[in-house]
């Protein structure tokens, strides 16, 4: 799964208010389990209104699961950071 396919997917699912995706994989060539090297590791900072009144577990559990398509291909590791507008603003 790459950049573009993640960004469409969040964007569908989540309609942020503001959304970054950065392919971090080149930082963890040749990491233990990942015999690849593209498409692995994505750091991403979305903000949406649908997490308001969201434990933050359940955001993470959320884009997870909306990317499962991926993880069951090569993604490997997702560094998250879901906000609502009004946590981003602080």
Same mark, same amino acid.
């Given at each position: 799964m790459?950049?573009?396919r993640i960004e469409e997917i969040l964007k569908e699912n989540f309609q942020p208010t503001?959304?970054?995706v950065m392919?971090?994989?080149h930082l963890h060539?040749?990491?233990?389990?990942t015999p690849h090297t593209e498409n692995t590791h994505f750091? #991403? &900072?979305?903000?949406?209104t649908q997490f308001i009144d969201m434990p933050l577990i359940n955001r993470?559990?959320?884009i997870n699961a909306s990317l499962r398509e991926g993880f069951d291909?090569?993604?490997?590791?997702?560094? #998250? &950071?879901?906000?609502?507008?009004?946590?981003w603003d602080q």
């Amino acid at each position: 799964m790459n950049k573009a396919r993640i960004e469409e997917i969040l964007k569908e699912n989540f309609q942020p208010t503001f959304l970054e995706v950065m392919d971090e994989s080149h930082l963890h060539a040749h990491h233990r389990g990942t015999p690849h090297t593209e498409n692995t590791h994505f750091n #991403i &900072t979305i903000i949406s209104t649908q997490f308001i009144d969201m434990p933050l577990i359940n955001r993470h559990r959320a884009i997870n699961a909306s990317l499962r398509e991926g993880f069951d291909a090569q993604l490997h590791a997702l560094k #998250i &950071t879901a906000k609502t507008p009004s946590e981003w603003d602080q």
